[in-house]
């Protein structure tokens, strides 16, 4: 009873932090989610791209695991799906530029987005060397970390790249 205790206390910490986290971004003007007609098209776009990827993630998720048995824990398979979403919806808005609002800095949500990825791939090794990822061969919740930090770490070399690309166009 105490380890399931433990574990919703953990989760309610991370999602606490990830709220306070957010607010702080507001409040100092980092997130200013104001967009333009065409931006607000195009992530309307990449949110159906999106959930339409977490549809076809979450039935594959459960095909999986009734054609192999039980793979992984329950919230690291819904983690996955949610991830591979999120980053379905991330590359499109940033193919289409449309990820960051007309006021946002870059540079603030690049640096975010590393110590975002930092930490989370960190507790992934953490839980990758005391070998608690997986337990008898199935992937557990732990994985929720290194999950999140490989979509941070993705959509962060996307936005890296895009803007090279875009800088470079300009440049010729």
Not at 71 to 87: E, H, P, R
């Amino acid at each position: 009873m105490s380890y399931h205790f433990g574990l919703l206390l953990g989760m309610l910490t991370g999602m606490l932090a990830g709220i306070v986290l957010v607010t702080i971004l507001f409040k100092k003007k980092v997130l200013d989610m104001h967009f333009d007609e065409r931006q607000e098209l195009a992530r309307g776009k990449a949110f159906q791209y999106g959930f339409l990827t977490l549809v076809v993630c979450l039935y594959a998720y459960g095909a999986t695991e009734l054609a192999v048995g039980h793979w992984c824990d329950v919230l690291a398979g819904v983690t996955i799906c949610i991830a591979l979403s999120m980053g379905v919806f991330a590359v499109t808005c940033i193919c289409r530029d449309a990820y960051l609002s007309l006021r946002e800095k870059p540079k603030q949500i690049i640096t975010a987005f590393a110590i975002l990825s930092a930490v989370n791939l960190g507790f992934g090794a953490m839980s990758l060397l005391d070998g608690t990822l997986t337990e008898d061969g199935v992937l557990t919740f732990r994985a929720v970390n290194p999950i999140a930090g490989v979509l941070t770490l993705f959509i962060l070399i996307v936005y890296i790249v895009r803007n090279r690309l875009c800088r470079n166009g300009k440049d010729e």
